[in-house]
């Protein structure tokens, strides 16, 4: 908005003020928005338009404001324009003022309109002089974003009148040092201008021209467009009415725009790209020669009627047509920069991917010109991209399968389970999550290798998803899967598997005779289709483990107790470390006697838990949790420790010494300084090393046995002696046992239980210990109950045992008060 516009000329003409403001029609023509200039203009206080005491209507003469509102209805039938009407002041005075007017919509839908309005009261006479108001009042609408010149024809010499405050920023001069309009154009355009002055008068035609200048020392273009007023009866001469515009920035852009062509132009004659230009006026696009596909746009490289007729449309791939005018669509809608790949036709049938990156301009009426841009080939880029797309989905197809099986891995398998479940749930079927382990493994690796290996868990997973009830398939790590399956109830669902697995050993049977590869697994039946994959693979997988080793239960099937179990054992495992801290994990030593003498030979070492209320919990209870979850080592070592406390302390004080046995895990044997921390830990207590015998129990022999037996050698070695627990129990071969390097071995209960009223198992008995004692092995017998075992035994020769025949495990306090003051027999 032009706020006091001087208009001045001479002396008859004063300074104009000019004001805006806004109306809200849907709220009683509310002025909610104004200026300084409104204000000044009117009279009114910013308070009575804001509390609404003066609206609208109380700006408009009562007397006229039905021939108003039929003059703004008229506007609005044609698109708007100027309006001159009368304005009430709030001292009651009315103004002649000239109004331009644009209808909106505020964000809260009201209709509303925005009000540009000028004081014409000072040159209102000068004005009625005129027979057409309408143009008038156009001319001066223009003027309020232009600069306004006021031109007199008299005699045909053209004379400025008045002049805006905006013609004199624009042609940057201050109205003391600028005489007139024809005074700032010079040559053959002044000499262009006044012909058009003179056709103008005499045609009363509008005229348009574009003149250079000199601003501040510099060159500019202003745009001036003239409108002719015919004069009153009975006066002379004519008026023009002139709006001045700067397009200094679009003249210059042009210049650049065509330096830069004659730049393309030369990179294109040695280059392969193409650039081109396309003339929105003639619809003509014009490219540089050069490649066989660009000459066929037409004769010299200009193709006409480019988008009216359509004629690319036989050198666009069918694929890309809508795409290639699409672009070309948006590109004149607005100016802006853009890019659109596309093929193109080379020759018959052969189409090459070009980029046509453009920028598109406009004038200064906002109209788009013309299209710039070039077109190059990317048909190289095209084919890196498809090898791209083929690379992510390799990668893709890599990072959520498994490279031994093909299966999903576990990621890829919660989210195809997810949605499957999504989408299969609702038709009622039966769904569940199994999760499977290949028993014995290792066996094969260990004996055949990893390639066979490798190829067993291949035959697996192909025996899952080809067992028609499969949905997907997972192999989560080594010889462990997961699995959702899908039956029409759960007895079908559960024969299926049972099939599954039978097969799967049936397989392996024939491959490895001599092996009893076995399937372990666990059904979680799903209870919902949004239930969490996670949980159900972990309850899948307590189910399996609750059935591990069982050979004739084809699968475990999750019941709530299992999660119970498992939350005691996650308890176990988080107390453990604070229980051995404050003390409550607590040294107990069972006696071991001479059965014959009852002299004391010996002690186990077994660790009770204290609970707060002073009972105990017995071993069955966080032994296996611990060495579940491999916190058993740190147990075996405070357990260890204590013992090398007390032998140090009996020592000190005299007591008579006693070799004690201390249960070692199976675990600690993949750690390498397994040896080393259990000789210094015996050096720092200056214990003898022969006082401690290391118990390792017969399950430690399925597995590792070279590094079991290397550490066993170097723990006698070093001076102590190895116990081989739970003898009997059937977790190895007795040839294993009898080459393994230990000392003692351990005999377990099941063997003696019966020898009081069978005479096969004495006479087994008997056989089996013939045959230790022939590998140089010191036998003893553990869980002696009765007299009548011990008579037995020691009547077949055997000497030692521990059980409750003798004593049960007891506090170390009350070990030493009731046998280190004997004396061994």
């Known amino acids: 908005m032009v706020k006091g516009v001087n208009l001045a000329v001479d002396k008859k003409i004063t300074k104009v003020k000019c004001g805006k403001y806004c109306a809200d029609f849907t709220d009683g023509g509310k002025i909610f928005d104004y200026d300084e200039g409104f204000i000044s203009l009117t009279g009114y206080s910013p308070r009575q338009f804001d509390g609404g005491e003066v609206v609208f209507d109380d700006l408009i003469p009562r007397d006229e404001f039905d021939s108003y509102m039929e003059k703004v209805e008229k506007l609005r039938t044609v698109g708007g324009g100027a309006l001159e009407?009368?304005?009430?002041?709030?001292?009651?005075?009315?103004?002649?003022?000239?109004?331009?007017?644009?209808?909106?919509?505020?964000?809260?839908?009201?209709?509303?309109?925005?009000?540009?309005?000028?004081?014409?009261?000072?040159?209102?006479?000068?004005?009625?002089?005129?027979?057409?108001?309408?143009?008038?009042?156009?001319?001066?609408?223009?003027?309020?974003?232009?600069?306004?010149?006021?031109?007199?024809?008299?005699?045909?010499?053209?004379?400025?009148?008045?002049?805006?405050?905006?013609?004199?920023?624009?042609?940057?001069?201050?109205?003391?040092?600028?005489?007139?309009?024809?005074?700032?154009?010079?040559?053959?355009?002044?000499?262009?201008?006044?012909?058009?002055?003179?056709?103008?008068?005499?045609?009363?035609?509008?005229?348009e021209q574009d003149l250079p200048i000199c601003r501040s020392g510099e060159r500019a273009w202003l745009r001036l467009r003239a409108r002719y007023l015919d004069p009153p009866e009975g006066e002379d001469g004519a008026m023009l009415y002139c709006a001045i515009a700067d397009i200094t920035e679009n003249k210059m852009a042009e210049y650049r725009l065509k330096k830069q062509g004659y730049c393309m132009q030369m990179i294109a004659d040695n280059t392969e790209e193409k650039f081109f230009e396309y003339n929105a006026e003639r619809d003509e696009l014009s490219i540089t020669a050069g490649e066989q596909v660009m000459k066929q746009f037409g004769s010299n490289g200009i193709m006409r009627n480019f988008l009216s007729g359509r004629t690319a449309d036989g050198l666009i791939h069918p694929d890309d047509i809508e795409v290639f005018y699409k672009t070309w669509e948006n590109a004149l809608a607005?100016?802006?920069?853009?890019?659109?790949?596309?093929?193109?036709?080379?020759?018959?049938?052969?189409?090459?991917?070009?980029?046509?990156?453009?920028?598109?301009?406009?004038?200064?009426?906002?109209?788009?010109?013309?299209?710039?841009?070039?077109?190059?080939?990317?048909?190289?880029?095209?084919?890196?991209k498809s090898r791209m797309a083929h690379d992510r989905r390799e990668i893709e197809r890599l990072s959520t399968t498994d490279a031994v099986t093909g299966l999903l891995n576990r990621g890829a398998f919660e989210k195809a389970a997810a949605a499957s479940l999504k989408e299969l749930f609702p038709t009622g079927d039966c769904f569940a999550v199994c999760y499977s382990d290949i028993n014995d493994f290792s066996y094969v690796n260990e004996n055949f290798g990893y390639e066979a290996g490798d190829k067993m868990l291949a035959d697996f997973a192909d025996i899952i998803m080809n067992c028609g009830v499969c949905v997907a398939g997972c192999r989560i790590y080594s010889d462990y899967f997961v699995s959702l399956y899908r039956a029409k109830d759960r007895e079908k669902l559960i024969d299926k598997i049972g099939e599954r697995n039978r097969k799967f050993s049936e397989m392996q049977k024939k491959k490895y005779p001599l092996s009893n590869i076995q399937v372990s697994c666990g059904l979680y039946f799903m209870r919902a289709a949004d239930e969490d994959i996670n949980t159900a693979i972990d309850n899948a997988n307590l189910a399996r483990r609750s059935v591990k080793g069982s050979t004739d239960i084809p699968g475990g099937i999750y019941a709530e107790r299992m999660r119970i179990k498992r939350s005691h054992d996650q308890a176990i495992a988080s107390e453990i470390f604070n229980a051995i801290k404050t003390g409550a994990i607590e040294l107990f030593l069972q006696p071991k006697f001479n059965m014959k003498t009852r002299g004391l030979i010996g002690s186990e070492a077994l660790a009770r838990w204290r609970n707060a209320d002073g009972s105990y919990k017995l071993p069955y209870e966080f032994i296996d949790v611990l060495e579940n979850v491999g916190y058993i080592t740190q147990l075996d070592f405070y357990i260890y420790e204590q013992v090398l406390i007390n032998l140090a302390k009996w020592k000190r004080e005299g007591r008579p010494l006693y070799p004690v046995s201390v249960n070692f895990s199976r675990k600690h044997n993949i750690y390498p300084n397994f040896v080393s921390k259990i000789a210094e830990l015996a050096d720092r207590y200056d214990v003898e090393k022969s006082l401690i015998e290391i118990e390792v129990t017969e399950s430690c022999f399925t597995q590792d046995v070279k590094n079991l037996f290397t550490n066993m050698k170097k723990l006698r070695e070093h001076g102590f002696k190895i116990d081989i627990d739970d003898f009997g129990m059937g977790y190895s071969s007795l040839s294993v046992l009898m080459d393994a390097p230990v000392d003692i071995v351990k005999v377990d209960k099941v063997f003696i239980d019966n020898i009081e009223n069978n005479e096969k198992s004495r006479e087994y008995i008997d056989r089996i210990c013939n045959l230790i004692q022939t590998a140089s092995k010191e036998i003893i017998f553990e869980g002696v109950e009765t007299e009548k075992q011990a008579e037995i035994l020691c009547s077949s020769g055997h000497k030692m045992a521990q059980g409750w025949l003798f004593d049960k495990a007891i506090p170390v306090a009350e070990f030493e008060k009731k046998y280190l003051s004997l004396k061994s027999i």
Request: proline share 2%; hydrophobic share 35%.
């Open 85 to 207: 009407h009368r304005l009430m002041c709030a001292d009651g005075t009315v103004l002649d003022i000239i109004c331009i007017g644009t209808d909106f919509t505020s964000a809260e839908g009201h209709s509303c309109v925005n009000v540009t309005v000028a004081d014409n009261s000072d040159h209102a006479a000068l004005k009625r002089k005129y027979e057409s108001a309408e143009k008038e009042m156009d001319a001066i609408a223009e003027s309020v974003s232009d600069g306004l010149v006021m031109v007199r024809i008299a005699d045909g010499i053209p004379e400025m009148v008045k002049a805006s405050d905006e013609y004199y920023r624009i042609i940057g001069m201050d109205k003391d040092s600028c005489c007139g309009l024809m005074d700032i154009i010079k040559g053959s355009d002044r000499e262009k201008l006044l012909k058009n002055i003179d056709e103008c008068v005499k045609t009363k035609l509008l005229f």
């Open 334 to 384: 607005s100016p802006q920069k853009g890019t659109a790949d596309f093929r193109c036709l080379i020759k018959k049938g052969t189409y090459r991917w070009y980029r046509m990156p453009y920028i598109s301009v406009e004038n200064e009426n906002g109209e788009i010109t013309g299209v710039y841009g070039m077109f190059f080939n990317i048909d190289h880029v095209k084919t890196l």
